[in-house]
């Protein structure tokens, strides 16, 4: 238990290295938590704005469902895991090809960001 949760602490604390990802059109900025398609500013809801970019920051990386929800939900999160599920739908119908990537599933292990361009 401790392992992992030191694992997870080294994870967040890269993350925050990298301020600012890109999927295709979508720019993403952890420090003002603002995201912009071209020069649009997006309103996005926070665990969106999480998962986007958690999910951008390793474009073409599977992630398991674990990781994610560990990731975005915390580490002691207890909820249920069709959360991650309706989140990804949610930016699925809230993105499309043309803005230049997709977020593609992987059965029976979790999701991967592919950009498009």
């Known amino acids: 238990m401790l392992v992992m949760r030191v694992k997870a602490l080294l994870r967040r604390y890269h993350k925050l290295t990298d301020q600012q990802v890109r999927a295709g059109r979508l720019t993403l900025d952890a420090d003002s938590h603002v995201a912009r398609l071209g020069e649009t500013p997006i309103e996005l809801p926070l665990k969106e704005f999480d998962l986007l970019f958690l999910l951008a920051g390793n474009k073409g ?5 674990e990781i994610i929800l560990e990731e975005v939900w915390g580490y ?5 895991s069709r959360t991650l599920d309706v989140h990804i739908n949610r930016l699925r119908d809230r993105f499309g090809a043309e803005d230049g990537f997709r977020i593609v599933t992987v059965r029976g292990l979790g ?3 592919e950009d498009l361009s």
């Open 61 to 65: 990386r599977t992630l398991t469902r």
């Open 76 to 80: 002691d999160y207890d909820g249920n």
């Open 111 to 113: 999701y991967r960001l």
